[in-house]
């Protein structure tokens, strides 16, 4: 078997590999939700009383104490719990029926985390959102091919999306394209890390390097769906390497999970494309 | 049933690459009704990334004539070796970094009167408010400041001054 034939996943695989990575990821981000439960308090700075002032009109009569039922504190770390719990549940093989209500269970708990969160929210709540509904219309229409499909399809697009839509903004900024945006941001306490700032700061060059190796490859990402996937492969492995750098360095451990969670659906519409 | 599906995940796709231009009407509009943060935005550091670090300060009234030094709130916890797997604090960290660096867009724009009641403010205020404090304190009053991170010269700048807010009265 040559590697074409034994990386092109067939659908089930791929969704499984979706999915694992998707509860993992999310399971530690809502894991991380918990371990700072007094956030979420009265006093937090995810205050239901403050966030939910942001949409006031909603908030009136039964849907208010509905509403406030789920997303006041306590109750809302309930239903972190609940999510947590699911997301385990999820990375065993339970039959159609137990998947569907625990996708099911899984989609209205997040629409509730992103109703309730009007500033804090990163790329990878965005994207997880994006993963988990569409591993609940997989799970939903789980015979019709062509709606499978279509979520690989729509999943490939939206990971070419984002590293596009950022290498784009980062090739229009001045930071970036004078090279000293890698630099300026690891050497800030917020995202940064003091001795690799030391070292940018006596190699301006790496700094540049750096720069413009990121730029180009978010921007020539997209071109993984039509490489030979040997070479989609390096790009992918070449994406797996940044984001576990920017998990070490600046923290942002949630990307790794979510967005190597779309690889399979990139390969998989790699191999399509590659065959006609 | 196939095509409503074809259908949602084309308008979702569609709506995502406007909603990577910021500033269009049509971004704005879709984001007016995104109540439930379904519209991506995937400009990760870019065009011009935070080179800056915020801190926030704060201090309080006992009575008419004295008040408490400044106190910094931490905002960052710093590296960690197992930041790659574990990092509960980022959450807190970005949404206190993201409600200050709104405070200060929007200050540019807003008298103070109407900043006081928008969700940045009121994100600053109730946390600073409910931190634990001396019995004695009365009011409150918090400060942005701006450094230029790990390896600078400059000094760290006053961005945002608060008005002074009375304390909760279980305080």
Redesign the interface.
């Known amino acids: 078997m040559n590697l074409i034939e034994s990386i092109s996943l067939i659908s089930n695989e791929a969704i499984y590999w979706i999915g694992t990575l998707t509860y993992i990821g999310f399971g ?1 981000s809502t894991i ?2 918990l ?2 439960f007094r ?1 979420y308090s ?6 239901w ?3 939910r ?3 006031k009109g ?1 908030f009136q009569g039964p849907s208010s104490r509905f509403l406030s039922l789920l997303m006041d504190y306590p109750n809302f770390l309930v239903v972190q719990i609940l999510l947590v719990i699911v997301c385990g549940l999820l990375l065993f093989p339970f039959d159609h029926m137990v998947r569907l209500v625990l996708l099911s269970i899984l989609v209205i708990g997040l ?1 509730i985390d ?2 309730r ?7 990878s ?3 997880f ?2 993963l988990i ?1 569409c591993l609940f ?1 997989s799970e939903l ?1 789980i015979d ?1 091919s ?2 499978q499909k ?2 690989f ?2 999943l490939a ?2 990971s070419c ?3 596009l ?2 290498g784009v ?2 090739a ?5 394209t004078s090279g000293i ?1 890698v630099f ?2 690891f ?8 001795p690799i ?2 070292f940018l ?1 006596r190699y301006p060059f790496v700094s540049k390097f750096l720069s413009w190796a990121v730029i180009i490859f978010e921007l020539a990402f997209p071109i993984v769906l039509i490489l030979p996937l040997e070479y989609a492969l390096i790009l992918l492995v070449i994406g797996v390497i940044f984001h ?1 750098m920017n ?3 600046m ?3 949630s990307f ?1 999970w979510a967005f190597v969670a779309t690889y399979p659906a990139v390969i998989i519409v790699n191999t399509w494309i590659q065959a006609v | 049933m196939g095509i409503i599906i074809y259908l949602i995940l084309a308008l979702w796709f569609i709506v995502s690459v406007f909603g990577q231009f910021e500033k269009s009407k049509i971004n704005q509009f879709f984001r007016g009704v995104d109540h439930f943060s379904l519209i991506p935005s995937w400009t990760f550091f870019g065009p011009n990334p935070g080179t800056t670090d915020y801190h926030l300060l704060f201090r309080d009234q006992f009575d008419e004539d004295s008040k408490s030094n400044w106190r910094e709130i931490k905002l960052s916890d710093g590296w960690t070796w197992y930041i790659w797997l574990w990092n509960p604090n980022k959450r807190k960290q970005k949404v206190l970094s993201d409600a200050v660096a709104s405070l200060i867009t929007i200050s540019k724009k807003m008298e103070l009167t109407g900043l006081k009641t928008t969700i940045p403010y009121l994100i600053v205020l109730n946390y600073v408010s409910h931190l634990e404090r001396s019995p004695l304190s009365r009011q409150t009053q918090f400060m942005i400041m701006e450094s230029q991170g790990h390896i600078s010269d400059t000094k760290p700048q006053v961005l945002f001054l608060s008005e002074k807010h009375n304390l909760p009265d279980s305080k």
Request: proline content about 0%; cysteine-free.
């Open positions: 530690i991380e939700k371990a700072d956030s009265f006093q937090g700075v995810f205050s009383q403050v966030n002032t942001i949409s909603y629409l992103n109703f969160a009007s500033f804090g929210n990163d790329g709540d965005q994207l959102s994006i509904i219309i229409f019709h062509a709606i279509a979520i399809i729509f697009a939206q999306l984002s590293y839509t950022s903004v980062k229009r900024g001045k930071k970036w945006a300026a941001i050497n800030t306490k917020t995202y940064g890390f003091k700032a030391i700061n576990f998990a070490i360095i923290g942002l451990n790794v």
